[in-house]
């Protein structure tokens, strides 16, 4: 009798699955697919850690430290992503002129 009882539980388990709907695989931040734009991104990162100084820091250094917080992490990315864009400029002019010296061009 076990084995038959087994067998029903198990095809419980297996039409639960059936019924239920299929796993969420898609994420999506906004309801209308719309894609963050960098600026956005930046700017609710910056909002995010001047929350959690603001919840750390208040009350040793005052209210205001959540905004003084907010406002430095949203310069230092944007000078980061400058600095990053003329550090590749960089990077690629160096890696051309190895390339240039190493694989010299046969001249005919």
Known sequence: MAPQSNRKTG????DRIRNERA???EFS???NG???TLDEARSDLAKAVGAIAHTLFAKSYGPLVGTVTTTS???ILKN???NAAR???DAKLVVEELSARIFKEKKK
């Not at 095809?11 to 297996?14: A, G, I, K, L």
């Open 11 to 14: 095809q419980d388990v297996f």
């Open 23 to 25: 796993p969420l695989t």
């Open 87 to 89: 550090a590749k400029g």
């Open 34 to 36: 719309r894609e963050v």
């Open 73 to 75: 992490v949203e310069t």
């Open 80 to 82: 980061a992503e400058s």
């Open 29 to 31: 931040i906004s309801g």
